[in-house]
């Protein structure tokens, strides 16, 4: 069974960090790309950024750059999101997605999702 698990999500100050996780299951991750989405509150969901199996990360979101990187650690069969310098309109439930190889921005591309993770950005 092909499963995502979120996790690494809280509550943090603005201009704080967190680093949020993805495990897989069920999958052998090296051959996947696996994207990071994220929605708020009264928006729509949108593609933050993807690690492809083969061809390094991409970025969807402009206002995450410079703040938000992906990497993996296929020892473990995890994806991280580290995300510094955190603002409140980063406030939203972020949610790993995995396809086979190759990224895409949209969400319905994607063949397995996590359940996601809250992560609010409050003083």
């Known amino acids: 069974q092909v499963q995502l698990v979120e996790s690494g999500g809280g509550l943090v100050q603005p201009g704080g960090s967190l680093r949020l996780s993805c495990a897989a299951s069920g999958f052998t991750l090296d051959q996947y790309a696996v994207a990071w989405f994220r929605q708020a509150p009264g928006k729509e969901r949108e593609g933050i950024i993807c690690?492809?199996?083969?061809?390094?990360?991409?970025s969807y979101t402009e206002s995450v750059k410079g703040r938000f990187t992906i990497s993996r650690d296929n020892a473990k069969n995890t994806v991280f999101l580290q995300m510094n310098s955190l603002k409140p309109e980063d406030t939203a439930v972020y949610t790993c997605?995995?396809?086979?190889?190759?990224?895409?921005?949209?969400?319905?591309?994607?063949?397995?999702w996590g359940q996601g993770t809250q992560v609010t950005v409050s003083s």
């Open positions: 690690s492809s199996s083969s061809a390094g990360s991409r």
């Open positions: 997605a995995m396809r086979y190889f190759t990224c895409s921005s949209g969400y319905e591309d994607y063949d397995s």
